[in-house]
């Protein structure tokens, strides 16, 4: 294999691209993965803001966060605008609430590239003071194959790495793994499945779309679901599921 080259340059050059193309806050490179925490190869954001955005979302429930479960079902690339692409009730979500709502974007495009079997590539462009417009959004979408191509470029020039090391790969394990088991020795399979999506910010009608079901069905799941775990609202379940989280 052949050695690590510095990647900055071309980096500052995709970052140069994307604001002559529109104005934005900030934009950050990141790589989800399967079986390890999200990967940082870049941003352009201030510290302070970097701190307040990559640092509290890293440390946090990010497998909740729909841009990574819509990272990792990509299969070809895809450029998409955030808030068209959430559940239809992720901003009443207590993980909208407690970590996204915090990050103070207004607005913001996300370019989708597969990088690998179990990686994905995410190009956030940020916006905290306004929406994008149409017309910044057809000048995005008119360089995605030049913003694609350099995304590709990075990577492979720099093999996946990523600023500052790999994180704890240990946390991405436990989350994973009390997000799969959530409920396990309560709820039913449907009922797990139901509150999974919960979690994600999907209202019933979502749900029920999700998993073919009617949202009726739904209903009784949420219903027997929340009487199990002696819960009364999503603000509880997803409490409960952080404390399961920080016990495991």
Not at 18 to 47: I, K, Q, Y
Not at 167 to 190: I, K
Not at 202 to 230: C, Q, W, Y
């Amino acid at each position: 294999m052949s050695a690590r080259v510095d990647t900055k340059p071309l980096c500052r050059s995709l970052v140069a691209a994307v604001g002559h193309a529109v104005a934005n806050n900030g934009t950050c490179l990141m790589a989800f993965h399967e079986s390890s925490p999200p990967s940082v190869l870049h941003h352009s954001m201030d510290r302070s803001t970097a701190r307040h955005y990559l640092d509290r979302y890293l440390a946090g429930p990010y497998l909740l966060d729909p841009l990574y479960e819509l990272a990792m079902r990509t299969r070809r690339a895809t450029a998409c605008r955030f808030r068209d692409a959430v559940p239809d009730r992720f901003r009443s979500s207590e993980y909208y609430r407690q970590y996204y709502e915090r990050t103070h974007l207004r607005d913001e495009m996300d370019f989708l590239l597969p990088a690998g079997p179990d990686d994905r590539l995410v190009l956030v462009v940020g916006r905290f003071h306004k929406r994008f417009n149409k017309n910044e959004l057809q000048r995005m979408q008119s360089i995605e194959a030049m913003i694609f191509t350099a995304m590709q470029q990075i990577w492979e020039a720099g093999h996946g790495q990523a600023q500052g090391g790999m994180r704890d790969v240990g946390l991405h394990r436990r989350l994973a793994r009390c997000l799969a088991d959530f409920g396990a020795s309560t709820l039913t399979q449907r009922e797990r499945q139901i509150a999974q999506l919960l979690l994600r910010g999907h209202s019933a009608k979502s749900v029920a779309r999700e998993l073919r079901i009617a949202p009726g069905t739904v209903m009784v799941h949420k219903r027997n679901l929340f009487a199990k775990l002696d819960i009364t609202s999503q603000y509880e379940l997803f409490s409960l599921f952080i404390r399961e989280l920080s016990e495991s």
